[in-house]
């Protein structure tokens, strides 16, 4: 069942303008210090122990080579490791190491060069390791026992299912998103690699969480037992959906909630018990305090068309675009939360159910609505009712059939109301 925002929708924080015009395509903090890389590939080194008082250190342009672009940067302490691909002709991609140790005088001090056309598209950091994992086609593990001069301990392919867009660590774990393309066809694949790291020099996949064929990751996030992700459904339709999955069991990840994300996710954080993502109108909060009512707010004032964000453990978001930079206090003010917007309510009865259950739901107003019925690896299994519906209370029931009018084996079903006004999902549980 779907709850307000409350003062999820957090139009009543503190947005501060810095004290210099920053503008970036990506930034990562490290303590107080922030690196942020801006759209001609510089990056600029800044104190950020006061988050609404930025100073800058210092800055270098590691693209010493004309046609090299700067598109992510990830740190550990002083050390910043900027990806960049080459634009030109001749296309590579390299990862180039920055020393800054003195902020004010920083120094490229190696460059790892990938052959071959298409952008790096994963970079992430094992701080607690020292570990630097890159992926282009494969994944790629390199030792930062010196953190200035990276080391390569092992490389596993992982071309076979699509090249990895993006990287989490967590722990010995890492997970590995299989990349978007604008053109989905039937057979092409989009999930999460989960990969072993636990013997850096020996990596091994340990298991494979696919999407169904044109679901595809533009960003995602693991917390504990739960996999957040922005996932694009169907063949030409381009609804954007907030996706919770439990993956206590990676072998048989079951889907918790689908809800509508209303945006194109870039990049995802979690803080406290709220997911952020990036999208074309800012920064978007998710409400996750219940992982099975996740509920979308409104984007984070102050930051439109973000490309790239942090959060600091104290709860700061920076966020930058190419033509701009914001810092928002992400803690709650004194001023009260203003009204949520009108939810849409769904409940089943029975549940468990056996032979059939009534699936009610509420319309403020009159609008198209889509109900359906998906299986708990996210599979479509019938489509109830599709087309305008007047507002009011609604009841449909579902049988346990599918659209075929085969009955279904016992287990957990997703059923799902959606809207342009927005969606909501309830668990069912059909018993035999």
Known sequence: MRRP?????LLSLAVAATAQPFAGRDLCLSGDRLNLMDASGTLHIIDASDP??????????????????????????????????????????????????????????????????GPLTGLAVDADRALLYVSKGDLS???????????????????FYRPV???????NTVYCAQGFTYFPTEEDIFGVAVVDATVPSALAELSYMPNYPTR???????????????IGEELGDPTKYFQVQDISDISTP?????????????????????????????????????????AVGQPVPGTPVALAFEISPEGVLFACWDYGFAVVDLNPTSAPPPA?????DLTAWPNPFNPKVALRFTLPVATAARVSIHDAAGRRVALLAEGEFAAGPKRLDWDGRDGAGRAQPSGVYLARVETPLGACSERLVLLR
């Open 5 to 9: 925002m409350l003062s999820l929708i």
């Open 254 to 294: 079951q889907i918790l909630a689908e809800v509508v994300a209303g945006d194109h996710g870039k990049r995802m954080r979690v803080h406290d018990d709220v997911v952020y993502f990036t999208g074309e109108s800012g920064v978007i909060p998710v409400d996750v305090s219940d992982p099975y009512a996740p």
């Open 52 to 117: 609404f008082d930025l100073v800058e250190l210092g800055s270098i342009n590691p693209e010493t080579e004309e046609w090299w672009i700067g598109l992510r940067v990830v740190c550990l302490g002083t050390t910043a490791y900027v990806m960049e691909n080459n634009a030109s002709e001749v296309q590579g991609v390299r990862i180039s190491t920055v020393d800054a140790a003195d902020p004010a005088n920083p120094l490229v001090t190696d460059s790892i060069y990938y052959s071959g056309s």
């Open 340 to 344: 949520a917007p009108e939810q849409i």
């Open 165 to 171: 867009a993006d990287i989490q660590v967590a722990g």
């Open 141 to 159: 593990v390199y030792s930062l026992a010196d953190p200035l001069h990276p080391a390569l301990l092992d490389q596993l392919d992982l071309s």
């Open 216 to 230: 595809f990751r533009s960003c995602f996030r693991v917390d504990g037992n739960l996999l957040y992700s922005i």
